[in-house]
């Protein structure tokens, strides 16, 4: 089995079409089958289903093509570090995280532009769930979470402590309440995130222990649009203090301090622990230390242990 003939086998399956796929690899049809047919051989499998016409995977063409996927991004890999052995002269950063975890990423990104202008950066928005998968499948070199991960499988590195925070409108009768009770907050609509995460799970406990209601009467899909409706005068929201902390400067929002809803986050860089960075990735892991030592709390680093 040759990284050519997956290839080649990637592409059949991605066209769905051994015409197509000869095209886009500027090969001839029968070439391209010959191919497929040296592939199924070394395998002792057929690949793709001949009576279906539409390029479709037999079950062992599923299977394979996982691999291949995870083969050929090990070969991009592969290049990418030889090329990026030239002083960071070129090269591109692949980072993950979520809509939430993206804001601490902004400052760490502009200082590492600051220092390496040459080297491209790339930061998919990814479940912070999907994110552990993500890296074993070498889809990206490091993540943004707000968990720890297997340890055995992840290196982890602390780098941000944020907190929950209770915001409302300027005009909001809680805006100059001052401290509030979280039994101050039962008759309150709540501006909530619709995605299930243990942070919700939290909030709802913590209601649930007060025994005061939780009214989650609008479910928005981005903390982005929960500002701004709560900006515009529509009920409460609870959000990292990350993804506020321009509007609560700016006083578009105000905070309102819960004594009872004290809930901290650790925002963490992950990467496989048995892997090896490219050199784009460390140097970024460079700069967000320097960043902490510059900046100082929220912002810190502390590579945790495995045990």
């Known amino acids: 089995?040759?990284?050519?003939?997956?290839?080649?086998?990637?592409?059949?399956?991605?066209?769905?079409?051994?015409?197509?796929?000869?095209?886009?690899?500027?090969?001839t049809q029968p070439a391209v089958s010959q191919v497929i047919r040296k592939l199924e051989e070394s395998v002792g499998e057929i690949l793709f289903d001949r009576a279906a016409r539409d390029g479709s995977l037999t079950a062992a063409g599923e299977l394979l093509r996982d691999y291949a996927l995870r083969l050929m991004a090990l070969r991009r890999e592969a290049s990418s570090a030889l090329g990026e052995l030239k002083n960071l002269e070129r090269g591109r950063l692949q980072l993950a995280a979520n809509e939430?975890?993206?804001?601490?990423?902004?400052?760490?990104v502009d200082a590492f532009r600051r220092v390496h202008p040459q080297i491209g950066v790339t930061v998919?928005?990814?479940?912070?769930?999907?994110?552990?998968?993500g890296l074993n499948l070498h889809s990206f070199e490091l993540g943004v979470v707000s968990f720890r991960p297997d340890p055995a499988l992840f290196r982890t590195?602390?780098?941000?402590?944020?907190?929950?925070?209770?915001?409302?409108?300027?005009?909001?009768?809680?805006?100059?309440?001052?401290?509030?009770s979280i039994a101050d907050l039962g008759r309150e609509a709540f501006i909530a995130h619709n995605v299930t995460s243990p942070l919700r799970r939290k909030v709802i406990e913590a209601f649930q222990r007060h025994r005061t209601p939780l009214?989650?009467?609008?479910?928005?899909?981005?903390?982005?649009?929960?500002?701004r409706f709560v900006a515009m005068g529509n009920g409460v929201a609870l959000v990292p203090h990350l993804t506020v902390a321009h509007e609560?400067?700016?006083?578009?929002?105000a905070e309102i301090?819960?004594?009872?809803?004290?809930?901290?986050?650790?925002?963490?860089?992950?990467?496989?622990?048995?892997?090896?960075l490219s050199q784009a990735a460390r140097a970024f892991l460079r700069t967000v230390r320097d960043l902490a030592r510059e900046q100082g709390p929220p912002f810190y680093y502390h590579v945790e242990k495995a045990g």
């Open 157 to 180: 590195i602390a780098v941000y402590s944020d907190s929950l925070v209770l915001v409302a409108g300027r005009q909001h009768p809680l805006a100059k309440a001052g401290r509030v």
């Open 100 to 108: 939430y975890t993206c804001a601490y990423l902004l400052p760490a």
């Open 124 to 133: 998919q928005r990814t479940l912070a769930s999907k994110i552990p998968d």
């Open 248 to 253: 609560l400067e700016t006083g578009e929002l």
């Open 215 to 227: 009214n989650m009467d609008i479910e928005l899909p981005t903390i982005e649009a929960i500002k």
């Open 1 to 27: 089995m040759e990284l050519s003939q997956l290839e080649t086998f990637l592409a059949v399956a991605e066209e769905r079409s051994f015409s197509r796929a000869a095209t886009r690899l500027h090969r």
């Open 257 to 276: 301090p819960v004594a009872e809803l004290d809930i901290k986050r650790v925002l963490r860089l992950a990467h496989r622990r048995h892997g090896t």
